[in-house]
């Protein structure tokens, strides 16, 4: 949703950079494993730390690579690859698990119950894009439903943020918001396929 809103204009903010990433000789496949390496990295060794404003900002300076990679192919002489492709929506749901799971590994060690959640918006984080992609398999068009990639990225990262600035209930809040946003889309795009059949 708010993805297909901005990209136009994303898109021409970007294009400079793109271009300047492939003169100095990365590649949208470099771009993508680097974005993705940095997500991981960043988010076992910032959040079961407790270190939630720093991790929140490092994690999405990397994920700004998903940005780039998808413009860099576009630009680029040989175009987008369907390895490219792949690999790319592979990391995406590598960085995002990693995400929810780091946070959980924070709450566990806490004790706190709240870690439960985060693992329900970890698995409808799976499920949204595996849909997606078994119904593409069968022909049908399944890319609908309230929460997408672009806003449940949007509404951890404003939670972790929060949280590591010392707002209370940041992380409750955003992971009640995730975990039912998640099962809503889930339910949405099962009904998508079912439509279709």
């Not at 400079?16 to 949208?28: E, K, M, N």
């Not at 929140?56 to 990397?62: E, L």
Request: hydrophobic share 55%; proline share 3%; aromatic share 10%.
């Amino acid at each position: 949703m708010i993805s297909d809103v901005l990209k136009p204009a994303v898109t021409r903010i970007i294009s400079p950079v793109a271009r300047f990433f492939l003169r100095i000789g990365l590649t949208p496949n470099s771009v993508t494993s680097i974005g993705a390496l940095g997500v991981v990295v960043s988010a076992f060794y910032f959040f079961p730390r407790g270190d939630f404003f720093i991790g929140t900002f490092v994690i999405t300076i990397f994920m700004l690579s998903d940005l780039f990679d998808g413009a860099m192919a576009r630009i680029s002489s040989k175009g987008a690859s369907k390895w490219g492709g792949f690999l790319d929506s592979t990391v995406d749901r590598i960085s995002d698990s990693s995400i929810l799971f780091a946070v959980a590994v924070f709450l566990i060690q806490k004790n706190d119950e709240l870690s439960i959640i985060y693992l329900v918006a970890l698995i409808t984080g799976m499920l949204i894009p595996y849909i997606r992609a078994k119904a593409e398999s069968l022909g049908i068009s399944c890319s609908g439903g309230i929460a997408e990639r672009t806003e449940r990225a949007i509404i951890v990262l404003v939670g972790t943020g929060l949280h590591g600035l010392g707002v209370p209930y940041a992380l409750s809040i955003t992971a009640w918001l995730l975990a039912v946003l998640g099962v809503i889309t889930t339910w949405q795009r099962l009904l998508i396929v079912k439509r279709a059949i």
